[in-house]
Nanobody, 120 residues
Framework: VQLQASGGGLVQAGGSLRLSCAAS????????MGWYRQAAGKQRELVAT???????NYADSVKDRFTISRDNAKNTVYLQMNSLKPEDTAVYYC???????????????WGQGTLVTVSS
C-alpha cells in the first residue's frame, strides 16, 4: 500500500492551499484517513482526521480554517487550508488506517510528506 501526497508549496499568509493524498495498492477497507504535520524542531501533531462515518476531528489551531474531506471511490483524502498563517509551515503527512484484505489487521500507513511554507 502506498500513500501519495501532493499539493504543498509556498504561499503568502492569508492564502490557501489544497492537499491531496491518494492510497493505492491492495485495499480492502479504509477506516480512517487524516493529516498530520511536523514543523522544524517539533513533534508530529494531528491536523485533521475523518473516519469511515465521516466524523471529523480537528486540531484547535486549524478549526474554522482547514477542512478535511474524502473521496471514498478514489481512496483519496483532501485538506483544504484557508487563511494560512506562518505557524502552519510544516511538512504535512497523510495517514490511513486500513485493511489490505478481509483477514488482514488494521494498520497505519503514512505518506511521504509534502512541504507547506507560509510566508509572512
Amino acid at each position: 500500500v502506498q500513500l501519495q501526497a501532493s499539493g504543498g508549496g509556498l504561499v503568502q499568509a492569508g492564502g490557501s492551499l489544497r492537499l491531496s493524498c491518494a492510497a493505492s495498492g491492495p485495499i480492502f477497507s479504509i477506516d480512517g484517513m487524516g493529516w498530520y504535520r511536523q514543523a522544524a524542531g517539533k513533534q508530529r501533531e494531528l491536523v485533521a482526521t475523518m473516519n469511515s462515518a465521516d466524523r471529523t476531528n480537528y486540531a484547535d489551531s486549524v478549526k474554522d480554517r482547514f477542512t478535511i474531506s474524502r473521496d471514498n471511490a478514489k481512496n483519496t483524502v483532501y485538506l483544504q487550508m484557508n487563511s494560512l498563517k506562518p505557524e502552519d509551515t510544516a511538512v504535512y503527512y497523510c495517514n490511513a488506517l486500513l485493511k489490505r484484505s478481509y483477514t488482514d489487521y488494521r494498520r497505519n500507513y503514512w505518506g511521504q510528506g509534502t512541504l507547506v511554507t507560509v510566508s509572512s
